[in-house]
């Protein structure tokens, strides 16, 4: 097998098991410590609250962006069409999986380019791995013409790099050469025109690492944290299905690693970039309480893939219960904008307390000017 077909068979499996697996977290994201406290005296009208925002100088309908999953094999095509007519029609932005498969095999741009035929207008996110940045064992780091191509393929608005080194420890043919990583994401944010986000896959990002790469050039974070799809499970079980009893063990042993949602969130939005919360986001409420954390969008994956692989009606009916949620938590809070949740006041309980208390994030206030 190729590299390319090898990378490709991974992707389809991720997709199979991330859509009909147990690969949730047990460790919950911190919804249900975040408290919006209720006003019972809004003055507005619940219809004429605005669910716009501005995110990297673009303006989106709803705060939500359909996260990064797929690409470069046979279900993602049509996975990916739908979901980009779903976010052409929305006003909402979307992400593609990792593009390396496209890199090494181009037979499978379409797979990606598909979302920009089909959304026009969305604010598309092309997507690379942090691996494929630095030189590892088998394998070169991408050069500047891959990059532009990774870029063009999708006439993408940003550019985001994930960061996912727990997945790549458990994975059996995982890449783990860390060193010099930073230095990459600084020479990339030099290098490309549009803007640079980094991004966790369900590890979390903390406010220390957000900083860092903040002046490495990074324009935006996607914070990825623990609470929702566990990619050290995902693994584990691909390593079951390889007969891999010790990366099955690492991956079960590390399926909640990280930091929960809720509290990268708090970390992050302290640095005053955009912040995309991602990570077990399941309803319009989550939403509202993660932009009143700080949070500028919130990104959504595995629910978004699994309404898709049903149909498109249930994509638009996932949408619309987002945003009936979203507007009635953004009216009870007094709000006329989702954009003003950031100045709604939070009550903070439970394990998510401990975690802000002990990581010194409670005495900071999230910027309130952040650049949008
Ligand atoms: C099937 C699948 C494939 C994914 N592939 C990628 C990827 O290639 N690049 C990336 O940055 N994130 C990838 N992700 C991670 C998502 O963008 C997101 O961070 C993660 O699923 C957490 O969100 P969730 O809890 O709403 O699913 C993938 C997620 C899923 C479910």
Redesign the pocket.
Known sequence: MSDAEEIARR?GE??RL??EADV?TRTPAGWDDVNLVHDALPEIDAADVDLRTTFLGHRLSLPLVI????GGHGRALAVNELLARVAERHGIAM?V??QRAAIRDPMLAPTYSVVRDAAPSAFVIA?L?ISQLVKQDREMALGARDIAQIIAMVKADAL?V?L?YLEECVQPEGQTRARGSLEAIRALARRVRVPLIA????AGITRDVALRLRRAGVKAI?V?GV???S?AAVEALRAAAQSDAARMSLGNRFRDWGVPTAVAVAGVAAVGLPVIA????RSGLDAAKALALGATVV?????L?QAALRGESDVERWIGDFALELRTATFLTGRRRVADLSRATVVITGESLAWLDQLGYRKTKPARKRNR
Do not use: W
């Open positions: 992707k991720h997709l991330a859509a949730e996260s990064g999953m797929t992400g999986g990792s997507n791995g985001a994930h996912n991004k966790e896959t369900g996607d990825g609470g929702g799809t990619f991602t990570g077990g986001v990104g959504v994956g595995r629910p893939l």
